[in-house]
């Protein structure tokens, strides 16, 4: 027989079961777990704003300074070169002719100055609200609207292919182990960090340059982009210049297996 006290309908109060409840356990667990994310994003801020790009502006300053530091670096490494050499040549005892060997190793290198008709390429981005200028074209991503690596690399291979004797970009000499790489919006060049324009000047015939840089098929792409959305292009005639020989390290640098 059941106790009224557990029988429906009796008139008493229904006496109140506390069993197992599920639900109740899963949002105790879920406070839990907000608690400890509050936590940890408290822990990781230490009292600062983590959603702003502040991290990012400081990055961006350290290496524009590292840059600065780099070009001064490079003129002091330049004076000391050049006292270096100045001894040896004193001490040296070479002969005429290895001093004219020696002479034209270091121009081919480009180590040393060089003198000549030279021209200059110069590209730069597109204004940031471009649009499509001509019909069957889609309008810009903002890819389409930057320099690339490969913009940049198609003009010094074009300027080699045109006869070249030697290339800067911007104001730095480049030899046979320079690299010109993009990251971002931005050239890094032997350690410095350049943004939009880049001038790239070549010494040589100035009709074979200028030809080789029509005869590029990579350029004949990159001109597409300038007459539909705007990319930078100016190639111009600098007449006698002189470009100024390399000054960084010529040690190679690579990566050696862990013994």
């Not at 480009?110 to 889609?138: M, S, W």
Request: aromatic residues 6%.
């Amino acid at each position: 027989m059941s106790n009224s006290a557990d029988s429906p309908g009796t008139g008493s109060s229904p006496v109140r079961r506390w069993g197992f409840r599920p639900l109740r356990i899963l949002t105790a667990g879920v406070f839990a777990l907000a608690g400890l994310l509050f936590f940890t994003s408290f822990d990781t801020a230490k009292g600062t704003n983590i959603r702003t790009d502040d991290s990012l502006l400081k990055l961006s300053d350290l290496i524009h300074e590292r840059s600065r530091k780099n070009g001064v670096l490079e003129k002091s490494n330049a004076a000391l070169r050049g006292d270096v050499e100045s001894l040896a040549e004193r001490d040296a005892g070479r002969s005429a002719a290895e001093d004219d060997e020696l002479a034209g190793l270091e121009h081919r290198a480009g180590t040393q100055e060089l003198q000549g008709e030279a021209v200059t390429v110069t590209l730069d981005d597109a204004p940031p609200d471009a649009t499509a200028k001509l019909p069957g074209y889609p309008e810009p991503e903002p890819d389409y609207l930057v320099i690339h690596q490969q913009d940049l690399q198609a003009v010094v291979n074009a300027m080699w292919q045109g006869g070249a004797e030697g290339i800067k970009v911007m104001d730095q000499r480049l030899i046979s182990t320079s690299a010109v790489r993009c990251v971002g919006n931005t050239l890094i060049l032997q350690g410095r960090v350049y943004s939009p324009p880049y001038k790239i000047t070549a010494v040589g015939d100035p009709e074979k340059l200028k030809n080789a840089l029509a005869a590029s098929s990579s350029i004949q792409n990159y001109m597409v982009y300038v007459n539909v959305y705007g990319l930078g292009w100016k190639v111009e005639d600098d007449g006698p210049i002189t470009l100024p020989g390399y000054s960084g390290t010529v040690d190679l640098h690579y990566a050696k297996p862990v013994e």
